[in-house]
């Protein structure tokens, strides 16, 4: 009777569900935990500056070619849809404010950290589950070394203090791709664009922007390397932790997105 029981297609949805709610509070505790442990680890600080420069490169400088272009071709695309219908509606001197504030309160941190966890999230959960499967994280544990303060800690620091930088980057060229649409689609004179930049901003919206790329830099970096060193059973399992750690850092982002904008702008 159970057998037949177990093979109804009923009960192995169920099993599917409770086994993805298992995996689910399995790795957010993981997560926690080891987010925990570095923050212990901070106390001692046994990492060396020349790894959080390396990986400080890594997230600032590699990155930037894909996230200036994401970044950029979004708010190109958002202007030439805008800034027309503004211009027509006779809300032209309205058009820089409008993207000012969509890039630096939204789109910016979001589609950056999008490509950051698309080349540099990705690389650093591939790269850790490799370690692991490969039983490289044993032999640092068998030197008595914590693999969590030497693989986390220059990583989760260099994202978080670099992302900031990345954002504001990112957001500048966003607010420049903009001006060029409305330009080009609606002849807006790059003056009129730029004088009703400031009309809507304020320190207020930049300071958000930069606590929210901290926020994303950190989420990222440790979501990243968690999911990396749950990793096992080969190559399949470096695969299936890069996949996880992608799939949770844009969950993560986006909640974190959602706090803040709860929080400051609600």
Known sequence: MRVEYQDTYTYKFFQLIWEQIKDFVSTLGTIMVYG??????????????????????????????????????????ISMQVAGEMVKQGGGNFVGMLMAILTIREEGAIMAGFAIISMIGS????????MKVTEQIDAIKVLKVNPIQHLFTPRIIAGTIMMPFVVILASTFGILGGALAANITSELSYKAYFDSVWFGLCMKDLNVCVLKAISFGFAISLISCSCGMLAKDGAKGVGIATTKAVVWSFVAIVIIDLIFAAAFFY
């Open 36 to 77: 925990l442990e570095f923050l212990k680890g901070l106390k001692n600080f046994n990492t060396s500056f020349k790894e959080i420069i390396e990986q400080s490169s890594r997230f600032g400088v590699s990155s930037l070619p894909i996230t200036l272009s994401i970044v950029g071709m979004t708010s190109i695309i």
């Open 123 to 130: 690389s650093l959960a591939s790269e850790i589950a490799t």
